[in-house]
């Protein structure tokens, strides 16, 4: 069975959870995450906050598996057909009314 892939509303709230840009690179997420992870960790800092960690860990999983499904193409015509496929299996439900 596939797994899920997460909503753009889930992507979003992510995102918006680890201060991160609309773009960013895998290394600036992981830096985001570890950061936010330094500051909420309960056994890491004064400041600790296990719920908040758990939603952060939760929006990290979601980032890397949004990530983590992209498919990688070096020739461009097949890139570019399969972006479409691609775009209409992620999102298609997110559409539909």
Request: aromatic share 14%; proline share 3%; charged share 35%.
């Amino acid at each position: 069975m596939k797994k899920q892939l997460p909503t753009s509303e889930e992507i979003e709230y992510a995102r918006k959870l680890l201060s991160l840009d609309e773009c960013a690179t895998l290394v600036e997420i992981k830096n985001a995450f570890r950061s936010m992870a330094k500051r909420y960790h309960p056994d890491k800092s004064v400041d600790g906050n296990e719920e908040m960690m758990k939603e952060l860990n939760k929006a990290y999983e979601k980032i890397l598996a949004f990530i983590n499904n992209y498919r990688y193409c070096f020739n461009q015509k097949p890139a570019e057909e399969e972006y479409w496929e691609d775009f209409k299996e992620r999102y298609y439900e997110d559409f539909i009314i």
